[in-house]
């Protein structure tokens, strides 16, 4: 910077603490120049605001945007042309339902059902992937073009505007110490920068239907996408509900198989061993200790097999523990192996 440009910039420098500290009174802005410079400054934050927004809503994850963001500088400064897209979170669920319906193979229709299902969701998530596409080329990049170019052009020549009057109001301050000559050539260069700021913030804001546009674009888009979704997940559900309700029935095995291997996940080997030996006649299994009160009952403790050889009533069987035999409570036992019907 040359030593009247330093100069310049101490001399607004001056003014400006002169204004703040001081109190000292600028020249002022005219009304409608005021108006629109806060008009202009609202759509600046808008245009931000609404492309942070709307990428949030096509892309919600921040950990993924800016994993995406970190590789496509990496691609520019390796000079790839290579791009990422974002992980759908409807493609990421299909992709598991897929793989787990493959796993359980043809043979299961909760399977097919997994397929068919997660090969829909996948189809949703391409549609996303669209969608993302379509609202960054025809909402996100004309914004994106304007806030680069006219909003920041403007930024520059209202930022010139208040630089030029803090000169003007300096040597219009100093007027005897600075020459007319002077303070004119500052009057006449603040007035140029004004009226170039007030041009194209006039012509930005007449222009503001044109914004309009782009917005419609955004909500085609949405519409296209959900229309999609809702196609593909209607006709996902036709395809579900055409599918059978009668399920399919495993090939039944015999009690005695299950609670056979039910006593095995406990009992010692030569308990089992006589399990396995009682469960081939009628018996049942203690699920309470019984203490006999006469000489007819039969003493036992929870957990014992007891081999039955008959019934008295509808409260008592007869039955075997060992060497001993007698009346049991029906209410004590659990049957394992029924008796046979008379």
Request: aromatic share 8%; glycine share 8%; hydrophobic share 40%.
């Amino acid at each position: 910077m040359s030593v009247s440009g330093m100069k310049k910039q101490f001399h607004k420098a001056s003014q400006l603490l002169n204004e703040r500290l001081m109190g000292a009174e600028g020249t002022k802005l005219d009304e409608d120049f005021l108006k629109m410079e806060k008009t202009v400054a609202v759509m600046n934050v808008l245009l931000g605001e609404l492309m942070s927004r709307t990428t949030e809503l096509l892309q919600p994850n921040p950990a993924y945007r800016a994993k995406l963001s970190m590789l496509s500088t990496v691609s520019r400064i390796r000079g790839q042309a290579r791009t990422v897209g974002y992980p759908q979170t409807e493609g990421m669920l299909g992709k598991c339902m897929l793989f787990y319906g493959q796993e359980l193979g043809p043979a299961s229709e909760f399977g097919g059902a997994l397929t068919d299902v997660g090969g829909a969701l996948q189809k949703v998530g391409q549609a996303k992937d669209v969608l993302d596409v379509g609202i960054k080329r025809t909402f996100i990049d004309p914004l994106q073009g304007l806030q680069q170019s006219e909003m920041k052009q403007i930024k520059y020549q209202l930022k010139k505007v208040n630089g030029q009057r803090l000169d003007f109001d300096y040597k219009k301050r100093r007027r005897g110490k600075v020459s007319t000559e002077s303070v004119q050539l500052a009057w006449d260069k603040f007035m140029t920068s004004k009226e170039l700021a007030e041009r194209s913030m006039f012509v930005l804001l007449d222009r503001d239907v044109d914004l309009i546009r782009p917005l419609a674009a955004l909500i085609a888009s949405l519409l296209d996408f959900h229309r999609n979704a809702q196609r593909m997940l209607l006709d996902l559900q036709s395809d579900l509900q055409q599918r059978p309700v009668t399920p399919v029935r495993f090939q039944r095995l015999p009690l005695v198989f299950f609670l056979s291997k039910k006593f095995q996940s406990f009992q010692p080997a030569s308990v089992i061993k006589t399990s396995e030996l009682l469960l081939n006649q009628p018996c049942c299994r203690a699920i309470f200790s019984f203490t006999s009160k006469r000489d007819d009952e039969l003493d036992f403790s929870e957990g014992e097999v007891i081999i039955l050889t008959g019934q008295v009533d509808g409260d008592w069987y007869e039955g075997t523990l060992g060497e001993r035999s007698g009346l049991l409570p029906v209410s004590y036992v659990e049957v394992l192996v029924p008796l046979p019907l008379p």
